[in-house]
C-alpha cells in the first residue's frame, strides 16, 4: 500500500530513504531542484553520476545520497513541455520507473519535485495530475508494496494545486 504525502518546501531537506532528481540528460548537474541536490550531496554525487553514462528522457538511474539525509537519489529526466507530443507519457514514464526502481531498492520512502514544471516548461496543474495519476496507478499494480510518496513542493502555487487534488495533507492511504 502506498500513503500520500505533500510538504512545502526544499527536497534536500527531507528526512526520507531516496529523493528524486529532475534532472538532464548528461546527468552532469544544472540548474533548479539538480543544481540544489548537487550542491546539498556534495562531489561525491556528481563522481558517481559520471560513471552512468547519462540518462533517456522518462528513464531513471540510482545513486548514493552522499551528503543528503536520503541515503539515495533516483535521478530523471523530464520532457521539455512541447517538443514532442509523447510529453505526458514521457513524464508518467519518470514516476512510473523511479517507483520501480526504488522498490527494487527496498526503498520505503521516496520524495518527488514537480518533475519538468521548471526549467522544462509543463504547465503545474497538468504534470501534478499526471504524478498523481502515475503514481495511483501503480500502487495498484503493487499493492503488496509499503511505500511512503512525498510530493514536495517548491513553491505555495504547487502545493495548492496538489491538494487540490485531493492527496490529503494528512497522508492518503490507495
Ligand atoms: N526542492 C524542491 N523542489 C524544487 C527545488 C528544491 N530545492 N528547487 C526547485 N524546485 P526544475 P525541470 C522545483 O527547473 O523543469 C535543471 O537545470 C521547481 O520550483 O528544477 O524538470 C536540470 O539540469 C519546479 O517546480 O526541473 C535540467 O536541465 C520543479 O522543482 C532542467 O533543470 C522542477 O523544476 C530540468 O527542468
Redesign the pocket.
Known amino acids: 500500500m502506498i500513503k500520500i504525502h505533500i510538504v512545502l ?5 527531507l528526512d526520507c530513504d531516496c529523493i528524486v ?4 540528460p ?1 546527468l552532469l ?9 548537487h550542491a546539498a550531496a556534495g562531489k561525491g554525487l556528481l563522481e558517481e553520476c559520471r560513471t552512468l553514462g547519462g540518462c533517456r528522457t522518462g528513464e531513471a538511474k540510482i545513486t548514493g545520497g552522499y551528503a543528503l539525509k536520503a541515503k539515495y537519489v533516483i535521478h530523471t ?2 520532457p ?1 513541455y512541447g517538443r514532442t507530443t509523447r510529453d505526458k507519457e514521457l513524464l508518467a514514464d519518470c514516476y512510473v520507473h523511479s517507483l520501480d526502481l526504488a522498490k527494487a531498492k527496498g526503498i520505503r520512502s521516496i520524495a518527488f ?10 504547465p ?1 496543474r497538468e504534470a501534478a495530475e499526471i504524478a498523481v495519476r502515475s503514481v495511483r496507478e501503480w500502487s495498484r499494480r503493487n499493492k503488496e508494496y509499503d511505500l511512503t510518496v512525498i510530493f ?4 505555495e502555487n ?1 502545493f495548492r494545486i496538489y491538494h487540490r487534488l485531493e492527496c490529503g495533507a494528512a497522508g492518503e492511504d490507495v
Open positions: 518546501g526544499d527536497i534536500t531537506a532528481n529532475a534532472a538532464n548528461t548537474g544544472g540548474g533548479g531542484v539538480d543544481g540544489a541536490i529526466v523530464g521539455v519535485p514537480a518533475i519538468s514544471t521548471g526549467v522544462y516548461g509543463y503545474a514536495c513542493c517548491f513553491d504547487t
